[in-house]
């Protein structure tokens, strides 16, 4: 059974930052409560998980854990009343017992999953529910994830099962947007306070926490206990922090682990012939940004002139190895609301020279920034190729550690142009969401790219507001068109491409095992031999 969740009313309160709607929401799997069979009692004793993370360790706490590996960890430490999952993006009835109940247009109902417990023993209760979205909802707090939930009003315990969520205004996501707010237990927190508990995280998932070391390996075992839907499979659970990519590969292609996330292209085809190796094709971004204050790139055609005279190709043929599509929209052409947009920028030099012309841009000489993200490293110099053979252009390099470029150099104003990574849909997959990370609000448009001043910014949350606005999806992604357009014309942001993420595996060992859209690994549902 699936049953789509669409909004007949308009849209009644007002509208704040990262508010949105998209398509309509469809639960996967069976619905309603979870039966005894599914409890983790069976994990396999003696059966143990290894894999490979490419990414370091930052705080677990889900109210600031927003690191690509402590994001994949908390997919199996804590639960959501809905998640998606991690592969096929799909919503799923995670720490809700069924549907949740649409009263009206502004409220809902949710029921808890019986017997859900946390891995301390005590049950999830409707007191932690309201407690884990009001701190991420606290001003005091500055959640990062607040941003994802501003149409939620109030939370409120009816009674020990059920909750219920007031919202400032209709919003058709509300369901799959539950996603964001983990469910954290209220008295342990109170009582070891919040860095004893970022130390030693406690959920409901079906893996609990037992400890973790930095640059080295985070450590899980089973929680017999569970009986959600993905009951974990095997005793333990070691995942070795490899950030340097030869240790990864070497740990994969010894038989050391069993999967490794973020394959370097150049090694893909050699871990063959031992493993899976699959590259999925992510939104994620290699973005091209201007500080649109500056006088020069102030002006929409000589951004445009730089993405013309970019062999975009190249990059996807040298660096990639073929594992990236070359962006004709804001969000890649597998997304479920892709819309191809007006402006194409196939390379075109003399496109690119003739547009610098009439922007009365005769020389030019700038610093190019980029992060030092290895593979953003080796695309730098064949984008400064491609740019200086437009005449009158003279470009240099700068690589520079993410938080330095920018805290002191995109965050105080002092640079002209940036190429990075970026990739929000780790977070949600909706366009609503996908869109207002770069483009709602005043959090990049005003203090990172500076083009919050034009008009063409005021139109942009006007067709973004419009969207929601949509009674049904058709509609919305109308609307979402004319906005995919006027970034395409105006690139302030833009991306230069969408790369696929390769994974490997041992599929000899590991059952059910499915590479991610977004960085990160899941063994949810994953069986071991």
Not at 119 to 128: F, Q
Not at 189 to 216: H, T
Not at 247 to 252: L, P, S
Request: one cysteine or more; a neutral charge; proline letters at 5%.
């Amino acid at each position: 059974m699936t049953k789509h969740f669409e909004y007949n009313e308009s849209r009644r309160g007002f509208m704040k930052l990262l508010a949105g709607v998209g398509a309509g929401f469809a639960f996967a799997g069976s619905l309603g409560t979870f039966s005894a069979n599914a409890v983790a009692a069976g994990a396999a004793k003696g059966k143990t998980i290894t894999a490979g993370i490419a990414y370091g360790l930052s705080s677990l706490d889900p109210l600031k854990a927003t690191g690509a590996a402590p994001q994949a960890a908390n997919l199996h430490i804590f639960e959501s009343l809905v998640d998606l999952h991690p592969a096929t993006r799909e919503p799923y009835l995670a720490l809700a017992a069924k549907e949740p109940e649409k009263v009206d247009a502004t409220t809902y109902h949710i029921t808890l999953r019986e017997g859900a417990t946390f891995h301390d023993g005590k049950p999830v209760t409707t007191e932690d529910v309201v407690y884990s979205f009001e701190r991420v909802m606290d001003p005091v707090n500055k959640s990062l994830f607040v941003t994802f939930i501003p149409f939620i009003d109030k939370v409120t315990a009816l009674d020990d099962k059920v909750v219920e969520f007031k919202l400032k205004y209709p919003f058709a996501l509300f369901v799959e947007r539950l996603n964001i707010v983990k469910i954290v237990p209220k008295h342990i927190i109170e009582a070891v306070g919040l860095d004893k508990f970022d130390a030693n995280p406690v959920g409901s998932g079906p893996y609990q926490f037992v400890s973790a070391v930095k640059d080295d390996k985070i450590v899980f075992k089973a929680y017999d206990a569970y009986n959600g839907k993905y009951p974990a499979t095997a005793e333990n659970m070691v995942w070795s922090l490899l950030s340097d990519d030869s240790a990864r590969v070497t740990a994969q292609e010894s038989g050391r682990i069993q999967a490794i996330e973020s394959v370097p292209y150049l090694d893909a085809e050699r871990l063959k012939r031992k493993s899976k190796v699959e590259a999925v094709q992510s939104f994620g971004l290699l973005f091209m940004m201007f500080n649109c204050s500056d006088p020069v790139f102030s002006n929409p055609k000589v951004r445009q002139a730089f993405h013309y005279g970019l062999d975009t190709q190249k990059l996807i043929d040298f660096v990639f190895l073929g594992n990236a599509r070359e962006a004709t929209s804001y969000v890649q052409e597998t997304h479920p609301d892709y819309v191809k947009a007006s402006h194409q920028y196939g390379y075109d030099a003399e496109k690119a020279a003739a547009l610098l012309k009439e922007a009365g841009v005769d020389k030019l000489e700038f610093e190019l920034l980029t992060t030092d993200t290895s593979w953003v490293k080796e695309c730098a110099p064949l984008i400064i190729e491609s740019w200086n053979k437009i005449p009158g252009v003279k470009v240099t390099l700068r690589h520079l550690q993410s938080s330095a470029l920018y805290s002191d150099f995109i965050g105080t104003g002092k640079y002209r142009v940036v190429v990075a990574p970026g990739d929000p849909s780790v977070f949600g997959n909706d366009v609503d969401l996908l869109l207002s990370w770069f483009y709602r609000g005043e959090g990049w448009a005003k203090a990172r790219y500076r083009w919050f001043d034009t008009p063409e910014f005021k139109e942009l949350q006007g067709l973004l507001d419009a969207a929601i606005e949509k009674d049904t999806p058709e509609a919305r992604r109308a609307e979402w068109a004319k906005a995919f357009n006027l970034i395409s014309e105006q690139v302030p942001l833009y991306p230069i491409l969408h790369r696929k993420l390769p994974t490997a595996w041992n599929d000899k060992q590991l059952t059910g095992f499915q590479p991610l859209p977004t960085t990160g690994m899941s063994f949810l549902g994953v069986d071991v031999k």
